[in-house]
């Protein structure tokens, strides 16, 4: 069982920006963050891989970053010109191949004034 350690959420004001952070008990092939809104289906968010190719969600493309440090199995996402509708809970994902997927407890991103 792999564990997966969220942090960095929090209040922010439109228009500015939190890092996030998710530290892994083991290596993953691949590692993302999803996030669930109120009333809505959990979406991804960002996910990169190992080697470092990622993917992004139209809404989170040139406003978010993922990025991951393969040394210290984390992963973060850098979160800038954030609006209201980013707040949501984001959850840290973990991925294997095989269908083997594992969950952080997720992080609270409000983004209001």
């Known amino acids: 069982q792999v564990q997966l350690v969220e942090s960095g959420g929090g209040l922010v004001q439109p228009g500015g920006s939190l890092r996030l952070s998710c530290t892994a008990s083991s290596g993953l092939y691949m590692m993302g963050w999803y996030r669930q809104a109120p009333g809505k289906q959990r979406e991804l968010v960002a996910r990169?891989?190992?080697?470092?190719?990622?993917t992004y969600a139209e809404s989170a493309k040139g406003r978010f970053t993922i990025s991951r440090d393969n040394t210290k199995k984390v992963v973060y996402l850098q979160m800038n010109s954030l609006k209201a509708e980013d707040t949501a809970v984001y959850y840290c994902?973990?991925?294997?191949?095989?269908?083997?997927?594992?969950w952080g407890q997720g992080t609270q991103v409000t983004v209001s004034s």
């Open positions: 994902n973990g991925h294997r191949p095989g269908g083997i997927d594992y």
């Open positions: 990169i891989t190992i080697g470092g190719t990622t």
